[in-house]
């Protein structure tokens, strides 16, 4: 049981290009999300889901897409990657959408962009 | 809608002494909320959660928490701090709603003195 991946682990962009960040669990669980981690700010919502082709918008959304085709996978994709995005992604998910639930984190990927 | 806010970006502590780390939370409603762990370039480990159980939660590695709602506080304690606990210290609330979101703190960085 390998609970929530990620990869890859780091990468550098130059401006304009784009990535797609992997993220995999293999919980079964129905919600997914993705956050950004920067410095003194804590964990920010970009985007998450609560089934396969269910996505929503959380707090920092801009610059990022998602998808969510099967249960398992939840990529997280740069279209035209900007210095702001320069930050750590984490993929966490979640076995339902009670409050009381706890969600798992992945390992991350730190995210350069110049 | 709710919000969390951790006194103190850094606490410094001693082996062998209290470690106390500060969590306040502002909620419309009576609130869920969780300590996580980060140890350096790792992702996020649920340390504990309140859930309206109890008001004191015990959690892993001899950490603690009591839920003050008088004071809308869920302070993080240890009666003696390892070398190990080094780490960051999120403290997040859920957001009541759809999805099951969580809203961080912005982070204490806990470093233990030998």
């Known amino acids: 049981n390998a609970g929530v991946t990620q990869t890859p682990k780091f990468r550098i962009l130059k401006i304009g290009q784009s990535m797609t960040l992997q993220c995999t669990q293999d919980?079964?669980?129905?919600?997914m999300y993705w956050y950004r981690q920067d410095p003194g700010m804590g964990l920010k919502l970009i985007y998450y889901s609560v089934g396969a082709g269910i996505t929503d918008k959380g707090e920092v959304p801009n610059g990022y897409n998602v998808s969510r085709s099967t249960t398992e996978d939840f990529p997280l994709r740069l279209e035209l990657a900007a210095p702001s995005q320069t930050s750590v992604y984490f993929c966490a998910s979640s076995s339902t959408g009670f409050a009381y639930n706890e969600q798992f984190f992945g390992p991350g990927t730190r995210l350069t962009v110049l | 809608a709710q919000s969390v806010t951790q006194l103190g970006s850094h606490v410094s502590v001693s082996e062998g002494a209290l470690v106390l780390l500060r969590c306040n939370y502002s909620s419309s409603v009576p609130p869920y909320l969780f300590w996580y762990v980060q140890y350096p370039n790792k992702g996020l480990q649920l340390l504990l959660k309140y859930t309206s159980a109890a008001t004191l939660v015990k959690g892993i590695n001899g950490f603690e928490a009591e839920f003050k709602k008088s004071e809308t506080s869920f302070h993080l304690t240890k009666p003696s701090a390892h070398m190990s606990d080094a780490a960051e210290y999120f403290c997040a609330v859920s957001e009541f709603g759809y999805g099951n979101k969580l809203v961080f703190g912005a982070g204490t960085i806990l470093r233990v003195k030998s």
């Open positions: 919980m079964n669980h129905n919600y």
